[in-house]
């Protein structure tokens, strides 16, 4: 799913041409008019792994793509804040709860879908969530209780696989890479076994 093509320029609304620009090694859309390069690069998605007492707090989805299946809060960035912030601001419109971001927990990037994902861990302030208005239900959930086989996207169950790896092994670590697309979600294993 790579981004559509810009067609016009949105500076002066010309037609523009599919180009290198000087100095530079791939195609950009530039306008033939006012020379404006336009740039076309990876989306951020920030989300949080919300914590309370062993337990995870998990949104089921009111909105497509995914409908009905689970993920961690989570959505794309707005202008003018930061990764941290935009986590915590998920975390608050999906799931009415207030977190405290306590550290970085992955950064995977979505080549096929041009996207990066930025992935906190998370204090819940307080035990009180709701069901923000992207959502059908949010539930603090043990780690044995993970809805592994109804998870949303690729990028939450490799996240979450490593979270409870990690919590396995009482070591946190930063994770990192790419994830591929998945015709089909695999059923969870333990890293265990």
Excluded at 7 to 21: A, D, W, Y
Excluded at 89 to 113: F, G, K, N, P
Aim: with cysteine; net charge negative; charged share 25%.
């Amino acid at each position: 799913m790579p981004l559509p093509p810009i067609n016009f320029c949105s500076q002066c609304g010309s037609t523009v041409e599919q180009k290198i620009p000087q100095g530079e090694d791939r195609l950009r859309a530039v306008c033939p008019n006012c020379q404006t390069i336009h740039y076309q690069n990876p989306k951020i998605v920030a989300g949080c792994i919300p914590e309370w007492e062993g337990q995870v707090l998990m949104c089921r989805r009111a909105i497509e793509p995914r409908l009905g299946l689970w993920t961690f809060p989570a959505g794309f960035m707005e202008m003018g804040e930061s990764s941290e912030e935009a986590a915590a601001r998920e975390t608050q419109e999906e799931a009415l709860a207030d977190v405290q971001i306590t550290s970085l927990y992955a950064v995977y990037s979505l080549r096929r879908v041009d996207q990066v994902y930025i992935i906190y861990r998370g204090e819940l302030r307080k035990r009180e969530f709701g069901v923000g208005e992207e959502s059908l239900e949010v539930q603090l959930v043990s780690l044995d209780d993970i809805p592994w086989k109804q998870l949303a996207f690729p990028v939450i169950h490799e996240a979450l696989t490593r979270y409870v790896h990690d919590r396995e092994q009482k070591s946190f670590g930063v994770h990192f890479g790419s994830i591929a697309p998945m015709t089909q979600m695999p059923a969870y294993e333990s890293p265990a076994q």
